[in-house]
């Protein structure tokens, strides 16, 4: 009740105010493996940062009485144009995790993506929501393990197949080098001492993090014969899930539905991606967490909807931290985008309640920026509402 009130309170305005709630709430090594991104950060501040290089051309004196939201993405029509991306760990971050995640999208009338690296089964989560969950695949574990994860989304009612494929091995994520993540998941008892003051100083967090029963397995990636992968093998497990365009071929055998293909930077990749059968593609450069120093994915956004020509759906991901954000990516060409920090912020500092929050202030500052542009709905959205540098062009 405590965290309800926090979050409806004046202090939480902006997705910018949960930050330091979330920083007040989890351990450290939990918030900056949340807040984080890979070796100096660049691209991490830069997905956020160029949203201020697109400015808007707003239509006045323009009556608009009732915004329309919605949007349709891979033939479902959502009553918002962002889904809330797959967050590795948010059990980490709160009890909750990704069923409360699931649970606030479902309410709002939005998709959820479920991450292969969830401490929740994927059936909880699935039932969880009304509206659609897709599952996001790595293939941790190998093949086995994967085609397990497909029967099983598969007969749960997940609606589409998410291959994320910028991640043949993990990026460097220098904070979490520091606070000892790898130890704190994985490592031995004797390993984790080092690193567990940090955790000694967030009671709350440890409190229901131990009611929870810590963190168990994975338990949606179960080698046959073996059952869920302990954590102890993340690490090792993470550094042998490479995906490439062969798997996905052969993920293609296997999935009927749609498949969505997560980290294009380029023109070529966007295609490619066509070529192998995706239906849809997320221009995304995993929130920063990758490889640093690549483009901002709004900074790629116009050359990879040129190179795709409308042959399948655009989204992106990466910096969304307003409904402003959202237009703009919008009228650059993406079908709808995904939120990752956004709505993860507001699950470490207060749970699902924390992630409706998140999720209304999206919405109501999309009605806004919508009615202040003197645009009636998110479907009439196009570049003639936005300025772009002349570089970009
Ligand atoms: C803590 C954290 C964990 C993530 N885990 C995954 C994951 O398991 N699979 C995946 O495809 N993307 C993962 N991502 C990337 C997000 O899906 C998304 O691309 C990114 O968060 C978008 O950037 P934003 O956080 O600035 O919105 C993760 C992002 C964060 C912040």
Redesign the pocket.
Known sequence: MKTSRSVASPRVVCIEDFRPLARRRVPQSVFD??DGGAEGEVTLRE?CRVFEDVSFRPRHAVVTPECNLRTRVLGFELSLPFML????YSRLMHPGGEVAAARAAGQAGTAYIL???SGHRLEDVKAASNAPVFY?LYLMGGRAAAEAAIERARVAGFSALVV?IDTPVSGIRERDFRNGMKELVSGSPLQKIPFLPQILLRPGWLASFLLDGGLPGLPNVVVPGKGPLPLVDVAAALAESAVTWADLRWIRELWRGPIVV?GVLTGDDGRRAIDEGAVAISV?N??G?QLDCVPASLRVLPEVVEAVNGQIEVWM????RRGGDIVKAICLGARAV?????Y?YGLAAAGEAGVHRAIEILRADLERTLRLLGCPSVADLDRSYVNVPKSWD
């Open positions: 493996y949340l997905n991306a797959p967050v590795g991450s292969t690296i996001q994320t997560k995304s995993h929130g967490r991901d990466g910096g969304i995904l939120c990752g920090r956004a993860a």
